[in-house]
Each structure stands twice: as C-alpha cells, then as structure tokens.
C-alpha cells in the first residue's frame, strides 16, 4: 500500500524567508510525486510532479520540489515567500497498481506567511 | 476555455433524501476521480473512472454512487445510506490516471 505524510500541520514563515513544506511517501516501486496549493473554498491547482529525472524539478510560482530517493521525501521549496503564497499544501504519491496510477494524498500543510 | 466545472457550489440537504452532484469537464480526459474533504483529514478518494461505462470505488465508496455514460461527466449521488454526507465534495480529472489532476471549484454540501 502507499501512503504519505506531510509531518506538519502548519508552517509560518516571514515574507521574503524561504520556506520548506515537507513531505515523505511509501510506495512500492518507483513513485510519481506532485504537489498541489488550495485556496479557501476552491479545488486543488497543480505545482509540479516528478516522474523520472533530475531530482530537483521546478513549477509554478516559483515553487520547487527535490525528490530524494534515499530519504524518501520530496520536499516543497521556495527562495522567498510571499503572503499570497499563503494557502493549503497537498502532497500526493502514486505508483503502479494493476494498471493503474490511483494517487494517495497526504492530509494537507497549512502555510502562512507573515507580512 | 476549457476545464472543470461543479454544479451547484453549495447545496443543502434534508436527512433521507439523495442528492446529486455535478461534475463536467471540456478537456478530453479520460480518467475522473471525486473526493471528499473534511478538516484536517485531507481528500479521500469516493469513486474514480479510468474510462467511459466503467468505475471503480475508492476508499470511502459506501453510501455514494455515481455513472459515467459519457466522458465529460462523471455525477457523484450522496444517497440516504450516507451517515455523514456533509463535507466539501471535489472532483478531478486527468489524462490517464498517472498524469497530474485537475480539479473543480468544489460543491460544499450540507445536511440538515
């Protein structure tokens, strides 16, 4: 079965700090790894995925992801904050499953970012 | 302009009574998926669609149902056997199950 877990309920950060939302994940074989950001009482919006390749992976906004495969994480980064990047973080992970890539997502890290 | 839309945004409900949610999508996906949300518990998975006329359950499948006659829509039914149906309903779609997913603006359901 494969899950993931993003350790923190909330993070608070400082506008112009980085900040870092983390996650880990466990999945049997290689995983497909993406990130989504929820804005009050709307849907999900894709930030980035990682499939194969180079570990580092850039997405929108501004936001990057690097995929470790040791540590089995794949953490949420960002050189500097803005308060507009305040919102929900989802992490999500999926691998093969009898044909079939269902993803698991992980319960959600609230960021705020202090002006 | 193509997308995702949920119909209604809010919807009320009275105990006992089924209830059906929208879900429409223009981008020639063939994979949908609804979920439902609750505070601090993430999206748990109610129902996905991989292609037209077939559907699998999810995790949480008891007490819902839904069809997917056609590719752009995938309705969710909230029936009676639901015991506890208010949340915040989202639903998804993607190219195949292993690409990114794109969701609705959400239908926030409430039982009275």
């Known amino acids: 079965a494969q899950s993931v877990a993003q350790p923190e309920d909330q993070v608070n950060v400082a506008e112009g700090n980085p900040l870092t939302v983390k996650c880990t994940y466990s999945?049997?074989?290689?995983?497909?790894l993406f990130w989504y950001v929820q804005y009050p009482n709307r849907g999900l919006q894709f930030l980035l995925k990682?499939?194969?390749?180079?570990?580092l992976v850039k997405g929108s906004y501004g936001f990057e992801a690097e995929f470790n495969k040791s540590q089995t994480s794949f953490h949420l980064k960002k050189p500097s904050a803005l308060v507009s990047d305040s919102a929900l973080y989802f992490c999500?992970?999926?691998?093969?499953?009898?044909?079939?890539?269902?993803?698991?997502f992980g319960r959600g890290t609230s960021l705020i970012v202090h002006p | 302009d193509g997308g995702i839309t949920q119909s209604p945004k809010y919807l009320f409900r009275k105990e006992g009574q089924n209830v059906t949610l929208s879900c429409e999508q223009n981008l020639n996906h063939d994979a949908m998926y609804w979920y439902r949300q609750d505070p601090g518990q993430g999206l748990r998975l109610i129902y996905y669609s991989q292609i037209v006329n077939d559907f699998q359950k999810g995790d949480i499948a008891e007490g819902y149902s839904v069809s997917r006659e056609k590719k752009e829509s995938f309705p969710l039914t909230v029936t009676s056997a639901q015991k506890n149906p208010t949340a915040f309903y989202l639903c998804a779609s993607s190219g195949t199950t292993n690409n990114e997913q794109f969701f609705g603006p959400g239908t926030r359901l409430t039982v009275l």
């Open positions: 990682y499939i194969t390749g180079d570990n």
């Open positions: 999500a992970v999926s691998a093969p499953s009898g044909g079939s890539y269902i993803p698991t």
């Open positions: 999945v049997s074989g290689n995983p497909y």
